[in-house]
Nanobody, 133 residues
Framework: QVQLVESGGGLVQPGGSLRLSCAASGFSLDDYAIGWFRQAPGKEREGVSCISSSDGSTYYASTYYADSVKGRFTISRDNAKNTVYLQMNSLKPEDTGVYYC?????????????????????WGKGTLVTVSS
């Protein structure tokens, strides 16, 4: 069964850190681009960060970030663990929301995955991040 499962969410104080994980089962993640998206209560879904599929010979992957998280969030992938991570530092209350990882089949065209109307090809069920004192 093909699945994406997010974990690592929770309650954190402003300025704190969390690391989200997106684990794949039923397929190999390194062949695909992966995106992280979030949805805050009462707001539209937004793209947070994306990582391209890795080059099998040199392990190079392009990464893209929304302006609101640049310098604070880092996306990475561990192909041996079939997992993509989102390290989130200096968290702010406005980072609160449900975070979803998503599968992107085919070519990732630059930061197009961050466009408001971008539709990935598959979704995890999400993990809740709450930033509050």
């Amino acid at each position: 069964q093909v699945q994406l499962v997010e974990s690592g969410g929770g309650l954190v104080q402003p300025g704190g850190s969390l690391r989200l994980s997106c684990a794949a089962s039923g397929f190999s993640l390194d062949d695909y681009a992966i995106g992280w998206f979030r949805q805050a209560p009462g707001k539209e879904r937004e793209g947070v960060s994306c990582i391209s599929s890795s080059d099998g010979s040199t392990y190079y992957a392009s990464t893209y970030y929304a302006d609101s998280v640049k310098g604070r969030f880092t996306i990475s992938r561990d192909n041996a663990k079939n997992t993509v991570y989102l390290q989130m530092n200096s968290l702010k209350p406005e980072d609160t929301g449900v975070y979803y990882c998503a599968l992107i089949i085919g070519t990732l065209y630059g930061s197009s995955c961050l466009d408001p109307d971008y539709e990935p090809d598959g979704w995890g069920k999400g993990t809740l991040v709450t930033v509050s004192s």
